[in-house]
């Protein structure tokens, strides 16, 4: 677990758990809207394949992002078995109890993001 006596790792791991099973439960739920488009002429018209296509850009993007904060929690559970959850992985200053309660998967201090922000 961690060092730092202010984070309550217990929370912290049960909060970051949580949220990856909602975002996987999500995945399993739209699964049908990121699959190819027919491009049958006789079912749909160009607008409404237009439109399909369009959905399906979105429902990919969107399963993209998901992908990444899934292995932003991966990342932090596996920080917070080896005692560097809560640390910048840019400077190692600690990382804000309030931006950790915010959201545990954050890796970085306020003005490290600032300046990757930049």
């Known amino acids: ?5 202010d984070i309550d790792a217990k929370k912290m791991r049960s909060n970051l758990k949580e949220r990856r099973d909602q975002l996987l ?10 699959d190819t488009v027919e491009l049958d002429q006789a079912r749909l ?8 296509m369009q959905g399906q850009a979105m429902a990919q993007e969107t399963e993209r992002r998901r992908k990444v ?11 917070l078995d080896t005692d560097e959850f809560g640390y910048c992985l840019t ?3 600690e990382i804000a109890l309030k931006r950790l309660e915010l959201d545990p998967a954050v ?12």
């Open 1 to 5: 677990m961690t060092d730092r006596d």
């Open 25 to 34: 439960e999500r995945a399993n739920s739209n699964k049908d809207s990121r």
């Open 45 to 52: 018209g160009r607008l409404s394949r237009i439109d399909a």
């Open 69 to 79: 904060e899934l292995q932003r929690i991966e990342a932090a559970l596996e920080r």
């Open 91 to 93: 400077c190692g200053d």
């Open 107 to 118: 890796t970085l201090c306020i003005a490290c993001a600032n300046k990757a922000a930049d």
